[in-house]
């Protein structure tokens, strides 16, 4: 079946780096686009950046603005999230998911049908 199950969460300072990971099985990785979704508490779910079948297309969200990197590795079969300059309100957890039937990015959490469990990243002095 398929399996997401991402790690790479924590505490850090305000300015700090994660780097997430989403380690997927059971469907065939390099034929699906990928995303990273975050929700904080009282929050909707919502787009954080969206990677293509091949890497070379990627998408962020406008509060990314720069500081943060989707790639993957297909070879792998993981999708990462480095995220850089970190700031208070980019706590919340963190999912990656998959965009089935080799369709591009999307932005919409529901285009997506399957969902890893979350990792939390909480951004605090």
């Known amino acids: 079946q398929v399996q997401l199950v991402e790690s790479g969460g924590g505490l850090v300072q305000p300015g700090g780096s994660l780097r997430l990971s989403c380690a997927a099985s059971g469907f065939t990785f390099s034929g699906n686009a990928m995303a990273w979704f975050r929700q904080a508490p009282g929050k909707e779910r919502e787009f954080v950046a969206g990677i293509s079948v091949s890497g070379v297309n990627t998408v962020y969200a406008d509060f990314v603005n720069g500081r943060f990197t989707i790639s993957r590795d297909n070879a792998k079969n993981t999708v990462y999230l480095q995220m850089n300059s970190l700031k208070p309100e980019d706590t919340a957890n963190y999912y990656c998911?998959?965009?089935?039937?080799?369709?591009?990015?999307?932005?919409?959490?529901?285009?997506?049908?399957?969902w890893g469990q979350g990792t939390q990243v909480t951004v605090s002095s």
């Open positions: 998911a998959r965009r089935p039937y080799n369709l591009g990015v999307n932005r919409d959490f529901r285009e997506y049908t399957s």
